[in-house]
């Protein structure tokens, strides 16, 4: 039938020949009168022109007709028409059907040139996504640095550790007001009583955990602490059996062992040892460790609320906490201490600076650990955090000049290590489908 057409139409007025785009409907193709009108409109020739007897082809091969040229497929109607048996209107009559397309999918040309394009975008962004991952660390490691060594800087001279905790809490609290008022951070809505109530513990504990870390901080060497803090698991895997929260499996509970040993050789052979700097950093490992457990028991209501504006929540509720027992605790050395210290600084603006940065930074790198969380694995993450305590380890001696004994760098190793097996540990625990115990009902 498609031949027929095209030998009553000329070839200027073939309808495979048009560019042009048909739009018609099943009932135009009922009436010639209408249908010679819109052809001979579309090709720009009077009606006269285009022959009568084109109309008297059935109705069904008009409209195929006319839909393949308004979707401008002109190569799969040649296809189609050479598949046929009806030679090219454009070609040579006596050539033979064009070949079928080998495609196993049934694309053509350009399915493959979108194939290569979507290849080409899929490494693109996978080339992307390890820029940002990249990113992503490297301010998390250098900011975490930054806030160390300055922390540290002030607690030499300045050994309160209450008040430079509270205003760490402090800045941190201001940076995210001024992130909800200029817009840069949604500001997460809508709150509620019970959101500000279930806020309370997870607070609570974070409080503990960063006082005891700041007391440990002023007592021993950086590299101590980091090495103790690297016990957390722990304290996370003992707690959360106790509490019913979540049951290990075995290779979990052996990866721990290393960790406890390793500490242990840490601690015994560190110069720089002192029982409230080692006490310090257990109840911070335990305080977060806590934190952890009850954010996710009272807070798995609000979905809303991104980790960037929970800590920034957090951080502010642990300021009420924390300011009042600091001035209990030693507000009344405050004033003589802080005489101090501005005689042990070149000037007084650099003990400023000193606080200014150590306030800054460690908003900053909880801040880059939560944002780290949001776009990687928990698995990638906890490797991540580990490798963040050698950084930070080997840029605290390197800078504080501490001394360290061969038994008391492989006592650090040693722990280290062990959190690296840690980690891996948990997760081939959650594919092998051994996950919570279900939570107990309050």
Same mark, same amino acid.
């Given at each position: 039938?498609?031949?027929?057409?095209?030998?009553?139409?000329?070839?200027?007025?073939?309808?495979?020949?048009?560019?042009?785009?048909?739009?018609?409907?099943?009932?135009?193709?009922?009436?010639?009168?209408?249908?010679?009108?819109?052809?001979?409109?579309?090709?720009?020739?009077?009606?006269?022109?285009?022959?009568?007897?084109?109309?008297?082809?059935?109705?069904?091969?008009?409209?195929?007709?006319?839909?393949?040229?308004?979707?401008?497929?002109?190569?799969?109607?040649?296809?189609?028409?050479?598949?046929?048996?009806?030679?090219?209107?454009?070609?040579?009559?006596?050539?033979?059907?064009?070949?079928?397309?080998?495609?196993?999918?049934?694309?053509?040309?350009?399915?493959?040139?979108?194939?290569?394009?979507?290849?080409?975008?899929?490494?693109?962004?996978?080339?992307?996504?390890?820029?940002?991952?990249?990113?992503?660390?490297?301010?998390?490691?250098?900011?975490? %640095?930054?806030? /160390? $060594? =300055?922390? *540290? @800087?002030? &607690?030499?001279? !300045?050994?309160?550790?209450?008040? +430079?905790?509270?205003?760490?809490?402090?800045?941190?609290?201001?940076?995210?007001?001024?992130?909800?008022?200029?817009?840069?951070?949604?500001?997460?809505?809508?709150?509620?009583?019970?959101?500000?109530?279930?806020?309370?513990?997870?607070?609570?504990?974070?409080?503990?955990?960063?006082?005891?870390?700041?007391?440990?901080?002023?007592?021993?060497?950086?590299?101590?602490?980091?090495?103790?803090?690297?016990?957390?698991?722990?304290?996370?895997?003992?707690?959360?059996?106790?509490?019913?929260?979540?049951?290990?499996?075995?290779?979990?509970?052996?990866?721990?062992?290393?960790?406890?040993?390793?500490?242990?050789?840490?601690?015994?052979?560190?110069?720089?040892?002192?029982?409230?700097?080692?006490?310090?950093?257990?109840?911070?490992?335990?305080?977060? %460790?806590?934190? /952890? $457990? =009850?954010? *996710? @028991?009272? &807070?798995?209501? !609000?979905?809303?609320?991104?980790? +960037?504006?929970?800590?920034?929540?957090?951080?502010?509720?642990?300021?009420?906490?924390?300011?009042?027992?600091?001035?209990?605790?030693?507000?009344?050395?405050?004033?003589?201490?802080?005489?101090?210290?501005?005689?042990?600084?070149?000037?007084?603006?650099?003990?400023?600076?000193?606080?200014?940065?150590?306030?800054?930074?460690?908003?900053?790198?909880?801040?880059?650990?939560?944002?780290?969380?949001?776009?990687?694995?928990?698995?990638?993450?906890?490797?991540?955090?580990?490798?963040?305590?050698?950084?930070?380890?080997?840029?605290?001696?390197?800078?504080?000049?501490?001394?360290?004994?061969?038994?008391?760098?492989?006592?650090?190793?040693?722990?280290?290590?062990?959190?690296?097996?840690?980690?891996?540990?948990?997760?081939?625990?959650?594919?092998?489908?051994?996950?919570? $115990?279900?939570?107990? @009902?309050?």
């Amino acid at each position: 039938m498609i031949s027929s057409v095209h030998a009553l139409l000329p070839p200027s007025l073939s309808p495979l020949r048009s560019s042009y785009q048909y739009r018609t409907e099943t009932h135009h193709l009922r009436h010639v009168a209408p249908m010679r009108f819109r052809a001979a409109s579309i090709c720009g020739l009077p009606s006269e022109t285009v022959p009568s007897l084109c109309f008297s082809v059935r109705q069904s091969v008009l409209q195929i007709g006319l839909k393949r040229i308004s979707a401008g497929l002109r190569p799969v109607a040649a296809a189609a028409a050479a598949a046929a048996g009806v030679p090219d209107p454009d070609g040579d009559p006596n050539a033979s059907p064009a070949p079928q397309s080998q495609d196993p999918t049934g694309g053509g040309s350009e399915d493959a040139g979108s194939y290569d394009r979507s290849s080409s975008d899929g490494v693109k962004k996978k080339s992307n996504s390890r820029l940002n991952l990249a990113i992503v660390f490297g301010f998390w490691y250098f900011q975490n %640095v930054v806030f /160390n $060594i =300055y922390n *540290k @800087k002030v &607690l030499n001279v !300045f050994p309160y550790p209450w008040l +430079l905790a509270s205003f760490q809490l402090l800045a941190g609290s201001l940076w995210m007001c001024a992130l909800w008022l200029s817009g840069l951070q949604p500001f997460p809505r809508p709150l509620g009583r019970r959101f500000f109530l279930a806020l309370l513990g997870p607070a609570l504990f974070h409080t503990v955990g960063h006082i005891s870390a700041c007391v440990s901080f002023s007592k021993v060497a950086v590299s101590f602490t980091h090495v103790i803090k690297a016990s957390e698991p722990v304290f996370s895997v003992l707690f959360s059996a106790l509490l019913g929260v979540r049951l290990y499996p075995l290779p979990v509970w052996l990866s721990v062992l290393p960790i406890v040993a390793g500490c242990s050789l840490a601690a015994v052979t560190e110069v720089s040892f002192d029982a409230q700097g080692l006490w310090g950093a257990l109840i911070s490992n335990v305080g977060f %460790v806590f934190r /952890n $457990i =009850y954010s *996710k @028991k009272s &807070l798995q209501d !609000f979905t809303h609320v991104n980790g +960037l504006n929970l800590y920034g929540w957090i951080s502010i509720v642990s300021l009420l906490y924390l300011f009042p027992v600091a001035i209990f605790v030693e507000g009344s050395q405050w004033v003589e201490g802080f005489r101090r210290a501005l005689v042990a600084v070149p000037t007084p603006w650099t003990l400023y600076v000193w606080v200014l940065l150590s306030g800054i930074f460690y908003h900053l790198y909880n801040q880059s650990s939560y944002q780290a969380l949001d776009e990687i694995s928990p698995l990638t993450f906890s490797v991540g955090n580990t490798m963040k305590r050698v950084v930070v380890i080997v840029a605290s001696v390197l800078v504080f000049r501490n001394p360290i004994r061969p038994l008391n760098a492989l006592g650090s190793a040693i722990a280290i290590f062990g959190t690296f097996l840690y980690s891996q540990a948990t997760t081939m625990g959650s594919k092998s489908g051994k996950k919570d $115990i279900p939570e107990r @009902k309050s």
